[in-house]
């Protein structure tokens, strides 16, 4: 089951198969049924909710109200209320909402991108690990940037991208700081995580025209296998959207 609708999916069935399986895992090797999960920056609980519906307890830690309001909500809908811990705040007071060492597993998804300093934030979540736990890490892939904006016609903001330290194109970007894959790799090394999967996501979802999507008999269900198919080769991770990692502090 996806933790979102089918055309959500595209977006999310990649990360969602690859933290299912990781919690499947840590549940047999430490022959217990129930973890307790951190998700930073889950807003509404994509994630969380279908998490708990597995029977984990997951915190929930976001600096929006309203987001963490319509979790509360969304959890009260599934029947996971019981399971779901909302809590405002950020990275950086994240050492004061967590038990160092009390946790199984760490979603950090679209976070990076947006905290002052990458290392510090990472380095916060882990500290909140339990050893051999792990974190799902999910970034913008500054790669797949490069080649959105030059299929796009802008040209000069491709190779803006390319070059810039932050990986974007200008002033007018959205997108706070984008990542290749080997920095991402090194951010989780330096926090003292072992990487053990990397998976390109949204390979071709934001790529492909909507309209044939939503229209073509099929189209959804082929794109979102063909996405799946791709995720773990590695010659798909440089035009991928994002990069998920997981990875484990051994």
Do not use: I
């Amino acid at each position: 089951m996806y933790p979102t609708r089918p055309r959500s999916a595209l977006r999310t069935a990649v990360v969602w198969e690859v933290v299912r399986a990781a919690l499947e895992k840590r549940t047999a090797e430490l022959d217990q049924p129930v973890l307790d999960v951190v998700d930073t920056g889950g807003g509404t609980g994509n994630f969380a909710v279908p998490v708990a519906r597995l029977g984990h307890r997951v915190t929930v830690v976001d600096p929006s109200p309203d987001a963490l309001f319509a979790l509360e909500r969304r959890a009260a809908e599934a029947g996971v209320t019981d399971l779901v811990r909302a809590v405002q705040g950020d990275t950086q007071t994240l050492p004061e909402l967590v038990v160092p060492g009390s946790v199984d597993a760490v979603l950090c998804h679209g976070v990076l991108e947006v905290v002052d300093d990458p290392a510090e934030a990472l380095g916060s979540l882990v500290g909140t690990l339990r050893r051999g736990g792990f974190v799902s890490l999910l970034a913008a892939n500054r790669n797949g940037a490069v080649l959105a904006r030059a299929l796009g016609g802008h040209f000069n903001d491709a190779r803006t991208v390319l070059d810039a330290p932050d990986g974007r194109w200008g002033g007018n970007d959205p997108m706070p700081r984008r990542f290749t894959g080997d920095e991402l790799d090194r951010l989780a090394v330096g926090a003292g995580l072992r990487v053990d999967s990397v998976h390109g996501v949204r390979v071709f979802a934001d790529l492909v025209p909507g309209v044939l999507v939503d229209t073509e008999p099929g189209a959804l269900e082929a794109l979102l296998k063909l996405e799946e198919a791709a995720a773990a080769q590695p010659a798909f991770h440089a035009v991928a959207t994002q990069l998920h990692l997981l990875a484990t502090l051994a």
